[in-house]
């Protein structure tokens, strides 16, 4: 069925940057008995696949037509096979798994797919990661196991964009009782609490050892630690610093997971101090990441200096820098750039003082030291940066004045994350580019690297736009980290891989079906 769409702005919602937002009630959650209770600092904005929750594979509930492994190798999941791509990179066809059924018993078939991917290209739902999945023009059906995409351009990271969780043709968008065919089903939910899921007898896999989950949403980091030591969590996910306590403990196990979920300072592009890019290269030069690296992370985690990991093939090796602050540099590019020292010690140019407010969410204890770190540096250089720690609700609208501690970064594939944060058509669309920048060469740049079928190019590409980026000081990179998890109890197939920013259910816990407890 061929779809009349153009890409519409993009407006990010709060849950995709792993916010606590509230959702329709769906009764009471069932008792918890024995169950595995995850402790997560986020809470769903939705439960709907279409509406964007964990397309990259992170659910428990629903499954895609390919899976994610550990080693960032994509597998077939709904698939019975890999994809046949066409020649000319623009028709890839998945023939399905024989015998897949919905928790509810209903027959998976290739017009579910249809239904899902239509849905979320589909204008009028506004689905917020309907521009991941610009480049498909049509989605066919044209018997009960074979599904055939139509593109408007080679698309080279299609095949990892088909991790999507599939929803039944028909499925309300909401999510308030997804049903899926992952190993897990739905229970209950209670909005700003939890969600209940129960392991599915059914599935073509067996029954998960772990029979019943808990996911437990507590977003101040020191309240999750506190509930991880008093035995109500069996997991979570926790800040370096916080989880130091746990290292060591008989009965508990921590895992420092490597990823490319970055932290940075955005800055807003319009505005007098933080719009000055001699004020962003000054600022960079200043920051000891070193130090953040030792203290703030207490090692886990590297210096960043880019969207784009290190540790992926895709990073351009020129954009780095000294992990150790250089303050004599960063007086110098203040001085380059027309800003003198005042009678207080902070740089003034055309009387305007270099003083800014720098926001970051008040629950988030990493990214609060690592403010507080920024704040120090920058002042020994003569810049003066206001903290204020605020809630999400508080943050969002003030994008556009102050700057903000951010987090982002995916290892899949440099198109991902990077084009609607620094294309200059996303400009002030919720969080996704909202310093509003923008420039033709990147513009160019990521477009040549969303719609190239030549592997070549999309890395020269790729590397070129990493270094005007750099060069013109979009944002200040702070750190990479690794994220942390604590699990009580000895289980056998516990597989770390490599993280992106949300992980959520996924990352560490993208396969706890698969886990059993040692004997």
Not at 25 to 54: C, N, Q, R
Not at 341 to 367: C, N, Q, W
Not at 472 to 499: A, M, N, Q, S
Request: net charge negative; aromatic share 8%.
């Amino acid at each position: 069925m061929r779809l009349a769409r153009r890409l519409a702005a993009l407006t990010v919602t709060s849950g995709l940057l792993a916010t606590a937002c509230s959702a329709p009630a769906t009764g009471p959650a069932a008792p918890a008995g024995d169950a595995f209770v995850i402790g997560l600092g986020s809470e769903f904005e939705t439960l709907s696949p279409v509406m964007g929750y964990a397309p990259d594979g992170g659910s428990l509930i629903y499954e895609g037509l390919m899976a994610r492994e550990p080693d960032l190798s994509v597998k077939p999941v709904l698939a019975a096979a890999p994809p046949v791509t066409s020649g000319d990179g623009r028709t890839v066809t998945f023939t399905l798994r024989d015998g897949v059924r919905f928790h509810d018993g209903r027959p998976l078939t290739s017009a579910d797919v249809e239904y899902t991917y239509e849905a979320v290209l589909e204008e009028s739902n506004n689905s917020p990661i309907r521009g991941d999945y610009a480049a498909i023009e049509e989605v066919d059906a044209p018997d009960a196991r074979t599904v055939v995409f139509r593109l408007a351009h080679p698309y080279a990271p299609l095949v990892q964009r088909t991790t999507l969780g599939i929803v039944p043709a028909g499925a309300p968008l909401t999510g308030d009782r997804p049903v899926g065919s992952g190993p897990y089903r739905f229970v209950s939910r209670i909005p700003g609490d939890k969600i209940v899921l129960e392991g599915s007898k059914d599935h073509r896999d067996g029954a998960p050892a772990i029979g019943r989950l808990v996911l437990a949403f507590a977003e101040d980091d020191n309240v999750r630690a506190t509930r991880m030591s008093a035995g109500e969590f069996d997991a979570a996910i926790l800040p370096p610093r916080a989880a130091a306590r746990f290292e060591g403990q008989p009965g508990l196990t921590v895992h420092k997971v490597p990823s490319a979920d970055y932290r940075g300072i955005m800055f807003p592009l319009g505005r007098p101090v933080t719009g000055d890019r001699a004020i962003r290269r000054a600022f960079s030069l200043a920051i000891d990441r070193k130090a953040m690296v030792d203290t703030v992370l207490a090692g886990a985690g590297e210096p960043a200096f880019g969207p784009v990991s290190p540790a992926t093939s895709w990073h351009n090796p020129e954009v780095t820098g000294s992990p150790a602050a250089d303050p004599e540099a960063a007086r110098k590019a203040l001085e380059e750039g027309g800003w003198a020292p005042g009678e207080d010690g902070i740089h003034v140019k055309d009387g305007v003082r270099a003083s800014f407010t720098l926001m970051y969410p008040a629950g988030d204890s990493l990214r609060k030291e690592l403010a507080l770190a920024v704040a120090s540096d920058a002042r020994k250089i003569g810049v003066d940066v206001r903290l204020a720690g605020l809630d999400w609700d508080a943050i969002e609208p003030r994008m556009s004045q102050d700057a903000l501690i951010m987090g982002w970064g995916s290892p899949y594939d440099p198109d991902y994350v990077n084009y609607e944060l620094f294309h200059s058509s996303y400009a002030g669309k919720g969080f996704f580019n909202p310093g509003r920048y923008g420039d033709p060469e990147v513009d160019d740049l990521l477009e040549t690297g969303r719609e190239s079928g030549d592997e070549a190019v999309r890395r020269k590409a790729y590397r070129d736009f990493q270094k005007i980026v750099r060069d013109d000081e979009v944002w200040t990179y702070l750190v990479f980290l690794k994220h942390v998890y604590v699990i009580r109890g000895d289980y056998r197939g516990v597989r770390p891989g490599v993280d992106a920013h949300e992980h959520a259910t996924g990352g560490l816990f993208r396969d706890i079906h698969t886990w059993k407890p040692a004997p």
